[in-house]
């Protein structure tokens, strides 16, 4: 099994920045970090998640178009984390987000029903 636990969500004002953390823990014996694909994605209550960002295990990412120029994901494999640098914040933003994590590149890696693991979400709010 995989757990993943996210942190730094927060209130920030428009244009503020904010590093969303995703730490994973591994419970399958020759499984390790560095094996995951990860990903970020970001829900509104009644809306579908939504991707943000992708990153493999060579660290190519993708990301999603309300990130380009503004996030960044980026995964330190020592410390079995990804991160999401978010800058230049916008009200849109708002949105609870999400880690997912796979051993096996999702078929489609930007839809959230692809993905095997989740964490439970951390929330950040963008006000004017």
């Known amino acids: 099994q995989v757990q993943l636990v996210e942190s730094g969500g927060d209130s920030v004002q428009v244009g503020g920045s904010l590093r969303l953390s995703c730490a994973a823990s591994i419970s399958l014996s020759g499984y390790s970090f560095s094996l995951l694909y990860m990903a970020w994605f970001r829900q509104v209550s009644g809306e579908e998640r939504d991707m943000v960002a992708c990153?493999?295990?060579?660290?190519?990412?993708e990301y999603g178009e309300s990130a380009k120029g503004r996030f960044t994901i980026a995964r330190d494999n020592a410390k079995n984390t990804v991160y999401l640098q978010m800058a230049s914040l916008k009200p849109e933003d708002t949105a609870e987000y999400y880690c997912?994590?796979?051993?096996?590149?999702?078929?489609?890696?930007?839809?959230?029903?692809?993905?095997?693991?989740w964490g439970q979400g951390t929330p950040v709010t963008v006000s004017s």
């Open positions: 997912a994590a796979d051993f096996r590149r999702p078929a489609n890696w930007t839809r959230w029903r692809h993905w095997a693991y």
């Open positions: 990153i493999d295990r060579a660290g190519i990412i």
